[in-house]
């Protein structure tokens, strides 16, 4: 997993890591770092405003700015995150700022750093020039198994390294917080230690959609089971081209596969005993939708369009009891995943994501 030795492509001048610390160090940092301004709290992570330098707005909103390192060249991703600079909410964000900041992994997004900037902290991250997946699938439609393969891996090796390495848990697996690039590196990104930077980020849930495990809407402690809900959830997403929720039905796949419906059938029903779907599923209302998740049956896909291997992967991961759901061990035993596992030849997918690059969204 980890080599212990954190990425510092800018040469910055690195706080320790936990390891590195005594505890009775630990103690006296965060007793010192409640009298402490955030503004300099910020510098200890490395990167400051007179430092980088806008280049272009990217993604909605004005969420994102390219930026690069006036010092090395280094292109990066900026992020805003808008706060009321409360204490309590400073110190909880400086800590889970310090965490991405130790963060080593293929498969997580690189933190460089952050500062305050007109009462809202910029959040200095590896730039992905692929962008999400959610926006690459409005441009493409649907993306080909093999390649949710690959995305697969890269996501389950990205939860594990977090889980078992960083002991966190992701919070906000979703198509937006999946990043690729153009030389075919999938990587996770906008993950916190206690959701509280997820929330202020207000990325945890917004408006039409809900990647949250069943037992999560019902008031349930978050686990890795919750993690693996999302992922699954996800999966289904990039396979079919649309939010899962309500799961299609016999007619729309048809509809999607230019079929008649005789031709679609799908795996094995795990519908809830009584359930009545919703009346008009494209307009459900949002009370619907999170009764939806947590009443009705979750998504399954044909067995006609997709093999009994991806099939079979993302049922493991969308059972609606957590203690019946697949771990991110088993995951990786499983044979779908490792078909893509072994194959370390990232060309192929490279070469979509660069088609893509430059590809208008097929839906505003």
């Given at each position: 997993m980890s080599s212990g030795k954190r990425r510092n492509p800018l040469g910055l001048s690195l706080p320790p890591t936990v390891n590195e610390q005594s505890e009775s160090g630990e103690a006296a940092a965060e007793e010192a770092t409640a009298t402490v301004p955030l503004e300099e709290q910020l510098k200890k992570l490395g990167l400051t405003e007179p430092q980088t330098q806008r280049l272009s707005e990217f993604l909605q909103a004005k969420e994102g700015i390219k930026c690069v390192h006036k010092k090395t060249g280094v292109i990066m991703a900026r992020k805003l995150v808008h706060l009321e600079i409360?204490?309590?909410v400073r110190q909880q964000i400086v800590k889970e700022l310090a965490v991405l900041h130790k963060c080593n992994s293929p498969f997580i997004v690189g933190f460089y750093g952050a500062f305050v900037d007109n009462n809202d902290i910029s959040i200095c991250m590896e730039y992905m020039d692929g962008l999400s997946l959610d926006i690459v699938l409005k441009k493409v439609g649907r993306l080909p198994e093999k390649f949710v393969g690959r995305i697969s891996v890269a996501v389950v090796r990205g939860l594990t390294y977090l889980k078992d390495e960083i002991k966190i848990l992701h919070r906000d697996v979703k198509p937006s917080n999946m990043l690729v690039n153009s030389n075919g590196e999938i990587k996770l990104c906008d993950f916190g230690v206690s959701g509280m930077l997820i929330d202020s980020m207000a990325n945890s849930f917004v408006g039409t959609r809900s990647y949250m495990a069943?037992?999560?809407?019902?008031?349930?402690?978050?686990?890795?089971?919750s993690d693996i809900w999302s992922f699954g959830l996800s999966l289904?997403?990039?396979?079919?081209?649309?939010?899962?929720?309500?799961?299609?039905?016999?007619?729309?796949?048809?509809?999607?596969?230019?079929?008649s419906e005789n031709e679609i059938e799908l795996?094995?029903?795990l519908?809830?005993?009584n359930y009545h779907p919703p009346s008009n599923p494209a307009s459900m209302a949002i009370f619907e939708m999170l009764d939806y998740?947590?009443?009705?049956?979750?998504p399954t896909l044909p067995k006609r369009f997709f093999t009994d291997e991806v099939i079979g992967f993302v049922s493991k991961c969308l059972r609606k009891l957590p203690s019946e759901r697949a771990t991110l061990k088993s995951l990786t035993s499983d044979v779908f995943f490792t078909q893509y596992a072994d194959n370390d030849d990232q060309g192929e997918f490279?070469?979509?994501?660069?088609?893509?690059?430059?590809?208008?969204?097929?839906?505003p």
């Open positions: 409360k204490p309590s069943p037992e999560r809407l019902t008031g349930s402690h978050y686990t890795i089971s289904v997403e990039l396979l079919i081209g649309r939010y899962p929720v309500p799961a299609p039905s016999q007619a729309e796949y048809a509809s999607m596969f230019n079929v795996a094995d029903s519908e809830e005993p998740i947590v009443n009705g049956p979750p490279a070469d979509f994501v660069k088609a893509t690059i430059n590809l208008p969204k097929l839906n």
